[in-house]
Nanobody, 122 residues
Framework: QVQLVESGGGLVQAGGSLRLSCAAS????????MGWFRQGPGKEREFVAA???????YYQDSAKGRFTISRDNAKNIVFLQMNSLKPEDTAVYYC????????????????WGQGTQVTVSS
């Protein structure tokens, strides 16, 4: 079992920044690829970014150049730094853990956090 708890969401104006955190406990954190997904109102959950256990990173096209995923294996935390936020980034953001080396397929993630709301005002 893996428990994931996100934090750091909130309300921010367009152009602003937020840093999301995901604290993990349970199965060895260092063996898992970690991902961030988001689900906007009336939309399907979509991939945002992923990081392998050794730090390789992957991003959705809309996140490239604005978002940065990172992890601290010593503290079992994964981060998502979000800059230059846009109203279309408004969503509930979820942290997830996968047994795969890396994947952008939400069906290949085994454990999920409860989500944290990010709202970007125009």
């Amino acid at each position: 079992q893996v428990q994931l708890v996100e934090s750091g969401g909130g309300l921010v104006q367009a152009g602003g920044s937020l840093r999301l955190s995901c604290a993990a406990s349970g199965r060895s954190f260092t063996s898992a690829a970690m991902g961030w997904f988001r689900q906007g109102p009336g939309k399907e959950r979509e991939f945002v970014a992923a990081i392998t256990r050794i730090g390789g990173t992957y991003y959705q096209d809309s996140a490239k150049g604005r978002f940065t995923i990172s992890r601290d294996n010593a503290k079992n935390i994964v981060f998502l730094q979000m800059n230059s936020l846009k109203p279309e980034d408004t969503a509930v953001y979820y942290c997830a853990s996968s047994r795969y080396a890396w994947t952008n397929d939400k069906h290949e993630y085994d454990y999920w956090g409860q989500g944290t709301q990010v709202t970007v005002s125009s």
